[in-house]
């Protein structure tokens, strides 16, 4: 028995994808065998902390990184960075703010549920525009003295309200307030490690725990080498809000091994294989006359990745939820999203052996009464 049969924890199938509340991704042995090892020695931990995230820069080819316990931990520690700096004082009070600035410009249409990060390091959210419409005439007119930074969120770049990243960054940039970008669960494409920061963007945050696979609670900070430093001083084990978003020797380590391992995995071939299982599934479940389906990518805001191709697919007589809950609830219980009305089989975290038994639960819901 495992740690889940002895808590009486039930174990799914994930065709969902690098969500969070499923458990993010699963890790490769040797990133197990980096944490194992790191946890049998003591070390200065800001020394880790330093040369395992210069590391990780040199291998993602960019300026300087910080490692973070999340995505959303990097959301509050890159705020906090963008308003106290790198000055002890300033750091050491926050979150209040007085005699700093604090305002974070946000286009309205960006506004998530992780945004909430943001107000931990004591930063007052100003919205831009609306949700159905924006202009960079606005953007200039949010602009003023107490604006500390601007904070983009990549899954909502699609939407009606949205700005291209570039055309923020010619306003910004001039202005000096720095341009944080939100990319938890922007990879694949591999190239999005470096885009954004390429079109002008001061720092970029990704999680650790999707599809980079690292631990579930380790993210990056990726950005030039000034702002990551304001990230590091206001990130643990130093006395700041980051101090209780607290990055231990093991994930450390973790992060670091499983940047390795990603940087030199085939992603062309990978698309391949993801494509060809959905193919599969597809072929098969649409064997069965009740069932419609098709292969496709996320067009909807805010599902990612969307370089990884779907299953969407719908049974005659049920509608999304029903047959959602349907495939939760049955034996083994398999989690799949819902994309426009139809339910999404997403491959990214399904194993080989998986894929039958997707299929087959599938094709029972086809058969079904």
């Not at 300026?63 to 963008?82: F, R």
């Not at 885009?195 to 690292?214: H, N, P, T």
Request: hydrophobic share 40%; aromatic share 6%; glycine share 8%.
């Amino acid at each position: 028995m495992d740690i889940y049969d002895r808590l009486g924890v039930k174990k799914i199938i994930n065709a969902m994808g690098t969500v969070t509340k499923l458990g993010g991704s699963l890790m490769d042995s040797s990133v197990f065998d980096a944490m194992a090892e790191a946890g049998k020695a003591f070390v200065d931990i800001n020394d880790f902390h330093e040369k395992a995230s210069a590391y990780i820069a040199r291998m993602l080819q960019v300026e300087a990184a910080c490692i973070t316990s999340g995505a959303s931990a990097g959301i509050a520690i890159s705020a906090a960075a963008c308003i106290a700096g790198t000055c002890r004082a300033n750091i050491l009070q926050l979150p209040d703010t007085t005699g700093m600035k604090n305002e974070i410009l946000m286009l309205k249409s960006h506004r998530i549920v992780y945004d909430q990060a943001l107000q931990l390091s004591g930063a007052k959210i100003v919205e831009i525009g609306y949700t159905s419409f924006n202009c960079i005439e606005m953007v200039e007119k949010a602009i003023t003295d107490r604006s500390a930074m601007f904070f983009y969120c990549a899954e909502a770049a699609e939407t009606r309200g949205s700005i291209p990243l570039e055309e923020l960054i010619a306003v910004t940039k001039p202005a000096g307030i720095p341009m944080v970008v939100d990319a938890a669960a922007e990879i694949p494409p591999v190239a999005h490690i470096t885009s954004y920061l390429q079109q002008g963007a001061d720092a970029v945050i990704f999680s650790g725990g999707k599809e980079i696979r690292g631990p579930q609670s380790s993210g990056l900070i990726l950005g030039n080498a000034s702002l990551i430093e304001a990230c590091s001083m206001n990130c643990s084990p130093n006395h700041s809000i980051g101090r209780s978003m607290k990055v231990d020797k093991e994930t450390i380590a973790g992060i670091v091994r499983a940047v390795e391992v990603f940087t030199h995995h085939d992603y062309d071939a990978q698309t391949g294989v993801w494509m060809e299982q959905v193919q599969r599934i597809h072929a098969q479940c649409l064997e069965v006359k009740t069932i419609e389906g098709s292969v496709g990518f996320p067009t909807q805001p805010g599902i990612q990745p969307r370089g990884i191709p779907r299953f969407y697919f719908g049974v005659k007589g049920k509608n999304s939820k029903e047959i959602q809950e349907k495939l939760r609830t049955g034996e083994p219980s398999i989690h799949a999203g819902i994309e426009h009305g139809f339910v999404a089989i997403n491959p990214q975290c399904l194993k080989e052996h998986e894929i039958e038994v997707v299929i087959n639960a599938i094709r029972n819901l086809g058969h079904a009464d």
